[in-house]
């Protein structure tokens, strides 16, 4: 088992200390924050900049990327709000995406104040463009593939009070499940604890849940999972097979896209050339180097350049 330190914070980072420390950067972490700081130090400094690293790359995409329940409010029939005229079949653009999972909603006449709000069961609703998940599971590909679109059975929002008469209330599920382990696991456990169940169960009953991939150095291994303890937040992921290797808590679970792990890196990187640096030296062979080519303008760049797939388009 990799040793690693127990991730705090506002939600597990798209990448930890101990992935930044193994990573090809040409970074000398150890000296982060300053020259002989002691290890508490430099792992709470790292995790700062994983933090904000993650906040770059929500900033890049313009959403956020890590799965996340929402409840959001739309005004229509309007732009982001719409009715099939031939079908009934109202069609409403999320702020997140891709959409995994619609879990109901309220609907209301928006002339009514506080509004009467009317019930609408998750059964009619379904996601425009379901993501074509991993394997089969329910889990985003890292091709940035799924919609933000959300059908709504017809009648509930029609062109009866005009232009912007219906108020919806709409929660959903969207995003790549993402989260870490809240403590130790020995080889063999069918169970995991995490801090972060949302996205992880199977969208259908009996269904296959997020397919993700616990980093954790030489015992890295895939996961399934096939039921969670809780829709979000803290709780339990019980898995398809039991786990090959023990692991340490901190460790990350994720189904994000390699490619914006990567872009956290960079940003990271970025963060640490702050200090004075113009340029990072990655190996290539023993006794030589090769420049990375540029400074934090141009790392931030192909940063923000490998977010843009995953950005959000209205």
């Known amino acids: ?13 798209y990448v930890t200390p101990a992935m930044l420390s193994n ?11 300053f020259r002989n700081a ?10 700062n900049m994983c933090q904000r690293a993650t906040s770059m790359v929500d900033t890049a995409c313009n959403h956020v990327i890590r799965a996340t329940v929402n409840t959001e409010s739309l005004v229509g029939p309007d732009f982001r709000l719409t009715v099939n005229q031939d ?16 879990l109901g909603g309220q ?11 009317t019930s609408i069961s998750a059964t009619a609703f379904r996601p425009e463009v379901p ?17 933000q679109g959300i059908l709504i059975a017809p009648g509930y929002v029609t062109w009866r009070h005009g232009r912007n008469g219906y108020s919806v209330l709409i929660q959903y599920v969207n995003g790549w499940p993402h989260t870490s382990l809240t403590n130790i696991v020995n080889a063999g456990a069918s169970t995991i604890q995490v801090d972060d169940c949302t996205g992880w169960a199977p969208v259908t009953i009996g269904g296959q849940g997020a397919t ?5 150095g030489a015992t890295q291994e895939a996961i399934s999972c096939t039921a969670a303890s809780a829709s979000s937040g803290p709780g339990t992921l019980t898995l398809s097979r039991p786990l090959t290797y023990g692991h340490l808590e901190g460790v990350m679970c994720t189904t994000l896209p390699e490619q914006i792990q990567y872009a956290t890196i960079l940003f990271c990187v970025a963060q640490a050339l702050t200090r004075g640096a113009s340029a990072t030296t990655v190996q290539n062979t023993p006794g030589t180097g090769e420049s990375s080519g540029g ?11 490998l977010c843009h797939p995953y950005r959000r388009v209205l």
């Open 1 to 13: 088992m990799t040793e690693v330190g127990l991730v705090t914070g506002p939600g597990t980072p």
């Open 23 to 33: 990573a090809p950067t040409g970074i000398a972490w150890a000296t982060i924050p």
């Open 38 to 47: 002691t290890s508490n130090d430099q792992y709470a400094e790292q995790l």
């Open 87 to 102: 079908t009934g079949v109202a069609r409403a653009m999320m702020t997140r995406w891709p959409v995994i999972q619609v």
């Open 107 to 117: 609907v209301s006449t928006t002339s009514s104040f506080p509004p009467n709000w």
């Open 131 to 147: 993501p074509i998940g991993i394997y089969g599971t329910s889990s985003p590909s890292d091709a940035g593939e799924g919609g």
């Open 212 to 216: 993700g991939v616990l980093k954790d």
């Open 295 to 305: 400074g934090i303008t141009d790392i931030e760049k192909r940063a923000t350049e």
